[in-house]
């Protein structure tokens, strides 16, 4: 036992700690921290300038002087006097006679129809539908060479116009609906026929033509009826003194040109039996009119 040894230190293992000291200690020192006095000035402080206490002495001022009760009083006199100033509304009262004005008043609908155009007029709104031709600027207003040809030798532009043709018949009949081109000189020629002013249209299909569609001028070389002169008295020779009459000469104040546009549309063969089963016929002119000078397309009118 006596023998010299070598000893070894090294760290031993650690010991736990009880939790529960650390929680008995946060709790003692929430009580400490709550148990403490808190003082507070509670007193609260307004200034109102004065202002409820005028208040005060004003009400108190008109209550003894009885402004309540005179008011008051007023008040009775005048409701008094109108309760007896009613009566009963008689049948002469300018109420009565008022209302009497309304006894034949009836309610009637005052919504707007329905929109209903003609078919050429929904043609021409879409593109699509719209006469070949139809004129987009001035240049084609006045020169459009597009109705040009053998047979409508002056079918240009400011001559020409488009006829809306819509026709059907009975019994399942032969109908026909499209555009036509037409001029304003007509056709000149039809066959070996001078055909001015009118242009044919075949609406059956047969190759023979069946309307004639034109539009005249009826009356221009009629004295007093397309045109008229208005005679007066012409001065040649000033008077030369007082009481000298003047010399005058019958002449021409005013021409006047009263044109009258008729637009015809005649049957080329009344005996033809496709008038028999006829059921509907409509037949417009179209003139189509566009104003811009560049040679893009605008607005077109007709």
């Not at 488009?162 to 399942?172: E, L, P």
């Not at 569609?213 to 004295?223: A, D, M, P």
């Not at 033809?272 to 000078?293: H, I, R």
Request: proline share 5%; net charge negative; hydrophobic share 40%.
């Amino acid at each position: 036992m006596d023998e010299v040894a070598v000893r070894v230190v090294r760290a031993g293992l650690p010991q736990k700690r009880d939790p529960r000291r650390m929680a008995v200690f946060l709790v003692v020192l929430m009580f400490a921290s709550i148990a403490q006095p808190v003082q507070g000035d509670l007193s609260v402080t307004r200034d109102d300038f004065g202002v409820l206490d005028a208040l005060e002495e004003t009400l108190n001022a008109r209550t003894q002087s009885g402004e309540g009760e005179l008011a008051t009083q007023a008040a009775l006199t005048a409701l008094n006097d109108v309760d007896s100033s009613a009566r009963s509304v008689g049948p002469n009262d300018a109420l009565t006679e008022a209302s009497a004005y309304l006894d034949n008043v009836t309610l009637r609908d005052s919504s707007s129809f329905e929109v209903d155009h003609p078919r050429p007029y929904e043609f021409l709104i879409d593109t699509s539908t719209q006469p070949d031709g139809w004129p987009y600027n001035l240049f084609e207003t006045l020169f459009s060479v597009n109705s040009l040809g053998l047979d409508n030798l002056l079918g240009i532009g400011i001559n020409t116009y488009a006829i809306y043709v819509n026709f059907s018949s009975r019994n399942n009949g032969p109908s026909f609906e499209a555009w036509q081109n037409g001029t304003f000189t007509g056709e000149i020629l039809v066959g070996t026929d001078l055909v001015l002013f009118n242009n044919y249209i075949d609406i059956d299909g047969d190759g023979g033509d069946d309307l004639s569609v034109g539009l005249t001028i009826q009356g221009l070389i009629t004295q007093d009826d397309g045109f008229g002169l208005e005679f007066g008295d012409c001065i040649v020779t000033p008077s030369p003194a007082p009481g000298v009459p003047a010399v005058t000469v019958p002449c021409i104040e005013e021409l006047w040109v009263r044109p009258t546009f008729q637009w015809a549309v005649t049957a080329l063969d009344q005996n033809d039996p496709l008038w028999d089963d006829l059921a509907n016929l409509e037949v417009s002119l179209m003139k189509g009119l566009a104003f811009d000078v560049t040679l893009e397309d605008s607005e077109s009118y007709a």
